[in-house]
């Protein structure tokens, strides 16, 4: 059942390179969508996604949540696709509907891979798959974009690999007789050769930290969300990011297995309050929207490495502020995708009155910005909370009030653009055939009652399933934890 | 240990040491080709007994980092129609400097891990990080796309290198995939830097700076 789940949208990847029609192509990427989100929940209702391949697939608590996750997440995007390839008929889909499959089946292989080399082949080959992705407008701008973030995000993976190696080291060190599966690791965390984990886990959190865009190693994110699609940036986002953190926190629990929780907390704090104070600097006064949302992308991974710095509640915070996020990303990038297709400019120079030209999209990004600046009701506001709470309750005073400043900053910074973009009166020049479908309204609007939804109230089930998370992250060390 | 494998470490660091102080591409690209030769023969001698496995990752490596990849990238080189770094952002004999005294420093680092008694006294370890140091002052101080590829290349043999050290913990398909993953990177890079010569006119990365912050 496991190997279902990423060997189906990747096979579908590949039947969409062969359909002949660039008009019912797009329509794969939904099929797609739901046949995933179909596979997933008979995955995590019933007890069909047992271990294979002698545990390289697996799916534990910390899975559970992000397979979950990440298939709500694509399903939604992937209305998106059609509508918004409707619009661009002058390029070819052809590479692009292949790839958001493929995205899709690496994604999921990250979060269900439970063999340390096996995670890393998924994270590269997303990594790969991505990149025609950003390439879509085939510009030199793009082009400059997908450079950057090849080799930048390749560097990243490669050190990933380095540090993985370092891990693989300290257990044969240590003269286990080691598998490499995660549970083996963390079953003989307390065993490892304490110089080389503590090597491995500096090495693995600038590496996997590369991929996840934090800073300072964040430097291609405003490139690539600036250049891609809109969908793209939702995806990268909300998606691909999230898996990203999902590698790095296996390696967290075996810090936390071996009794070197600590020093993996204070990384991560450090690198977290970082990422918040470069996206705060570099969103005030941002002109071009997109860019503004990569930075808002690098502040929001810094809030959730922030969390499981904080450790405990916080940890629980985190991974809800990675599906709140997730899913706010979502709202931004598709609506700020139609109102880039509306004006045809994406700096608030050239874009303004985006609420009189395109109503619907106008308005969720306005929404969308409340939503992702934690304004209550929204699921954010719950979930950065939950996060100061906890830092309070530790007695981490000093980075609580670090936290809530940059917050403050950010909020500001931010709605000086999104304002720009929402309020006035549109230009002349945006007066173009564009009207919003409801192909790409849809989405975004669905998005919205999500992070809506998680304001007002966590269900039980998911509430359970993010406690089970942090506690599978956290206490492993007790034993007895394998799935 | 096999006799000739310390040497076969020597090989590849002096090699680091030529990349970093040469100014022509078809050379850059020749050494590091001799180098991923090398890493295919020091998979050969890395163990007693010969497994299948081991011919097999042995073989993908000459194949994808000695043959392949260099075939690709004299491929893009004459495409372009480049045969010099020129201006890199640090001269080639600071840069000569800079991964000697990085050879130096990966020697006294791996001393202060604890290392298995088989890689004790071996160049193994500080080789491997040696070369990923080389890759990392090729990928910052270079220019040209052509040249960054390279860089990365040597990056990954250092990798490459340590996963030898680790060739028994490693399960074959893992070291198979991860050579394949390299291939196809490249081959994604390199299909890039097509695009990128045929837009700018050139594969000076300087060139690619539209996209910043104002």
Redesign the interface.
């Known amino acids: 059942m496991l190997i279902l789940v990423v060997v189906v949208p990747i096979a579908m990847g590949l039947a969409a390179l062969a359909v002949p029609s660039a008009r019912y192509r797009p329509w794969l990427v939904p099929a797609g969508g739901v046949l995933h989100a179909s596979l997933a929940v008979v995955i995590l209702t019933t007890d069909l996604g047992q271990p294979m391949f002698a545990s390289w697939l697996a799916i534990g608590a910390l899975g559970r949540v992000l397979l979950g996750f990440v298939s709500a997440q694509f399903l939604v995007c992937s209305f998106y696709a059609p509508g918004y390839l409707a619009l661009r008929p002058e390029r070819s889909n052809r590479m692009f509907c292949a790839a958001l499959l493929v995205l899709l089946g690496t994604m999921t292989l990250v979060v269900v891979s439970h063999h340390l080399g096996l995670m890393w082949v998924a994270v590269e080959t997303s990594t790969l798959a991505t990149a025609p992705l950003i390439y879509f407008n085939q510009n030199p701008r793009s082009l400059e974009a997908t450079w950057k973030y090849l080799l930048i995000g390749s560097v990243g993976i490669a050190l990933a690999l380095f540090g993985s190696l370092f891990l693989a080291y300290a257990a044969v060190h240590a003269g286990l007789d080691s598998s490499l599966l995660f549970e083996d690791l963390v079953r003989d965390a307390p065993r490892l050769s304490k110089p080389w984990l503590h090597s491995a886990f500096v090495v693995l959190v600038v590496g996997y930290g590369t991929k996840i865009g934090l800073a300072p190693m964040h430097t291609w994110k405003p490139d690539a969300y600036g250049e891609a699609p809109g969908l793209v940036g939702a995806l990268l986002a909300g998606g691909l990011t999230s898996c990203a953190f999902c590698a790095l926190l296996r390696f967290v629990q075996i810090c936390y297995a071996a009794g070197d929780g600590a020093l993996a907390r204070q990384l991560l704090l450090a690198l977290g309050l970082v990422s918040m104070a470069v996206a705060a600097v570099f969103m005030a006064r941002q002109r071009d929207y997109k860019r503004m949302l990569a930075y808002s992308s690098v502040e929001h991974m810094g809030i959730i490495a922030f969390g499981i710095g904080i450790g405990g509640l916080g940890t629980f915070g985190a991974l809800l502020h990675l599906v709140n996020n997730g899913f706010a990303k979502g709202v931004m990038f598709l609506t700020a995708g139609n109102i880039h297709r509306a004006f045809g400019s994406k700096t608030t120079d050239g874009v303004s009155g985006a609420i009189r030209r395109v109503p619907a999209s106008g308005g969720l990004f306005l929404a969308g910005f409340l939503a992702v600046t934690a304004s209550p009701p929204f699921g954010l506001f719950l979930s950065e909370l939950t996060i100061l709470k906890a830092a309070f309750a530790g007695g981490h005073y000093w980075p609580a009030g670090v936290f809530v400043a940059l917050l403050a900053i950010v909020f500001l910074g931010m709605a000086s653009t999104v304002l720009g973009v929402v309020q006035g009166t549109p230009p002349a020049a945006a007066s173009g055939r564009y009207r919003e479908s409801v192909l790409v309204v849809a989405p975004p609007v669905v998005f919205l009652g999500l992070v809506l939804v998680l304001g007002l109230y966590v269900p039980d089930w998911l509430h359970r399933a993010l406690v089970d998370a942090a506690a599978f992250v956290e206490t492993a060390a007790a034993g007895g934890l394998r799935p | 240990m096999h006799p000739i494998f310390d040497p076969l470490l020597v090989l590849i660091l002096l090699l680091n040491l030529f990349v970093l102080g040469s100014s022509r591409l078809r050379s850059v690209i020749g050494a590091s080709a001799l180098q991923g030769v090398a890493l295919g023969m020091l998979t050969m001698t890395a163990h007693g007994e010969l497994t299948l496995d081991v011919v097999l990752v042995a073989l993908a490596a000459v194949a994808i980092k000695g043959i392949v990849i260099p075939r690709l990238l004299h491929k893009a080189m004459r495409d372009v129609a480049i045969e010099r770094e020129v201006e890199p952002l640090i001269g080639f004999i600071p840069s000569l400097l800079a991964g000697a005294l990085g050879t130096a420093l990966a020697v006294i680092f791996s001393e202060?891990?604890?290392?298995?008694p088989a890689h004790k006294g071996s160049l193994i370890l500080p080789s491997s990080f040696a070369t990923?140091l080389t890759g990392f002052i090729i990928?910052t101080t270079r220019r040209k796309?052509i040249t960054?590829v390279v860089g990365?290349l040597i990056?990954?043999n250092?990798?490459f290198i340590?996963?030898l050290?680790?060739l028994?913990?490693?399960?074959f398909?893992?070291e198979v995939?991860?050579l394949l993953?390299l291939f196809?990177?490249i081959f994604?890079?390199g299909i890039?830097i097509n695009?990128?010569s045929r837009?700018?006119r050139s594969t000076d990365?300087a060139r690619?700076?539209?996209?910043k912050?104002?």
């Open positions: 202060t891990l604890p290392l298995l990923v990928l796309a960054q990365y990056l990954e250092g990798i340590m996963g050290a680790l028994d913990a490693m399960p398909l893992v995939g991860v993953d196809v990177a994604v890079m890039i695009h990128i837009e700018f990365v690619l700076s539209s996209l912050e104002e």
